[in-house]
């Protein structure tokens, strides 16, 4: 599995985890719900920024959301 699969893969379970809507994440985030909603579509890549900004707004580490084998 590409990794930006993993990423969104990981990125919609730990968002749905905590209960939040895409844009509610996005505002935690600081983003764009739609960009949100294109991660989580692999439409685009996040950056390490972006990445940073998303595991904080989730409260978790950065590396659940790269994880292979899931959050």
């Known amino acids: ?8 893969r990981n990125l919609r379970l730990l968002r749905q985890a905590t209960g939040l809507s895409q844009e509610q994440l ?10 949100v909603g294109k991660l989580e579509r692999e439409e685009n890549s996040p950056t390490v920024d972006t990445l940073e900004v998303l595991a904080l707004a989730l409260q978790v580490d950065v ?3 790269i994880r292979r084998n899931g959050p």
């Open 26 to 35: 996005a505002d935690l985030a600081g983003l764009d719900r739609n960009y």
């Open 63 to 65: 590396e659940k959301l």
């Open 1 to 8: 599995m590409r990794l930006r699969s993993v990423f969104a």
